[in-house]
Each structure stands twice: as C-alpha cells, then as structure tokens.
C-alpha cells in the first residue's frame, strides 16, 4: 500500500517569496493534515479536512496561509508572502476515520522541509 | 487545557541498556494516548497506542503502560539497539484533535 506523498522534499526562499507544499494521501482515507513542525518542538496542526470540508483551522495564520483539498483527495498548502518564523518541516498526514478516533492512528508522509531566508 | 510533558533530550545510552523515556499528561475525561516515533530522514509513525487506564501498549520490545493515577505514559525497552536512534513523541486524543509532546531525541551507541 502506497504510502503519504509530499512534495517537494526541500524549498529554500527569500522572505515575502511564496512557496506551495503538495499531499497525497493514501487512498480512501477521508482525513487529511497538515501539521507544522519546527524544530525541537512537537507537531503544531495547522488544519484538518473531513473529506473536502475543513474541520479545524483554529490555528492556521490565515493571513498568509491557505489550504484546499479538492475532490476530497490530495491537498496543497500555500504561504504567501513567507516570514523568517515559517522555516519549519510541513508534513501531511491522513486517517481513515473521523479523527482518527476509532485507532488514533495518523499516517504521515516524510514532510517537506521549508527555510526561509 | 490539555497537555503532554516529555522529558527532554537527548538521551543518550549504551547498546543494550534499559529504556525509560517520561511521558505526564494533563487532561480532562479519559483521553487515548500514544507514542509516535520518527526516525531519521522519515516521516512520524505510530509506535503504541493504549485508550483506557491500566493498558498496556506494545510494539517491537517498547512498551507503556496507561496510568491513570499518576496521569503518566511512560515509555520502556528492556535492551536498546542501534536501530532504535530517532526521535520518540508522547500524545493524547482528546476532542478528535492530537495534542503532542516536544520530542525525545533518543542516540544509542554500539
């Protein structure tokens, strides 16, 4: 079974650039995350889609952050313009149940790593 | 509100040795706990899981026990190896959301 797919692996810009992640999740999950992981701190979530609808961006910067998930399948995130504060390891992850409330169990891809110069 | 506390890292230890990594949590009803592990150069995946007091969780020779009374989630291996070097991660389910503990770099020397 296919695994998580993120690109790219690595992005280096300068601040105020903009810059798009890309997420694959394993077929016939319904939930999908996009978590931000800066170093030495634990995973921070960012948003969570229930199939194409979103469920929790509570703590997306959604001045300079968007995601979408069309067609309730893959999902891009987008920072624009990037701040020195957004170097961080992106990783998308995804569950088959709501929340992953049955197992608890997030899939996650190997994350694309972002620095900002 | 919720929360999980990790001891800090690295810790560093000999082939073979005993393995006990903190995990303390601050929760309010019963939430499920986890340990999640990310080795170098790839992506977090689940270790063990336990949902209600007194589980054990185990997996490859780690194991941790869900102790309500202490409200703790310690992780143990009775004989580490190399291969076990990564970065080990604490968290709890609470409200359909995963709250996450800071890391435990873990360096096993042959």
């Known amino acids: 079974e296919a695994g998580v797919a993120q690109s790219p692996r690595y992005k280096i810009i300068e601040k105020r650039q903009s810059v798009a992640f890309w997420c694959n999740p394993i077929?016939?999950?319904?939930?999908l995350y996009w978590y931000q992981q800066i170093l030495g701190q634990g995973p921070k979530l960012l948003i969570q889609?229930?199939?194409?609808?979103?469920?929790?961006d509570s703590q997306l910067p959604k001045d300079r952050f968007s995601a979408e998930r069309l067609k309730g399948v893959d999902s891009t995130l987008k920072i624009q313009p990037a701040k020195l504060e957004d170097s961080a390891v992106y990783l998308c992850?995804?569950?088959?149940?709501?929340?992953?409330?049955?197992?608890?169990?997030?899939?996650f891809g190997e994350g694309s790593r972002l620095t900002v110069l | 509100g919720n929360s999980v506390t990790q001891m800090e890292g690295p810790v560093t230890l000999s082939e073979e040795a005993f393995l006990t990594i903190n995990c303390t949590y601050t929760?309010?009803?019963?939430?499920?706990l986890f340990w999640y592990v990310q080795y170098p150069g790839e992506g977090l995946q689940l270790l063990l899981k336990?949902?209600?007091a007194d589980d054990k969780g185990s997996n490859k020779g780690f194991e941790a026990t869900y102790r309500k009374e202490t409200t703790s989630f310690h992780l143990e291996k009775g004989s580490v190896q190399v291969s076990d070097s990564a970065v080990y991660f604490c968290?709890?389910?609470?409200?359909?959301?995963?709250?996450w503990g800071a890391g435990t770099k873990l360096i096993i020397k042959p």
């Open positions: 992850a995804s569950s088959l149940d709501w929340g992953g409330t049955n197992t608890g169990e997030l899939f």
């Open positions: 077929s016939g999950h319904a939930t």
């Open positions: 889609f229930q199939n194409n609808g979103v469920v929790d």
């Open positions: 929760a309010t009803g019963y939430p499920s």
């Open positions: 336990a949902t209600k």
């Open positions: 968290a709890l389910r609470s409200n359909y959301q995963l709250i």
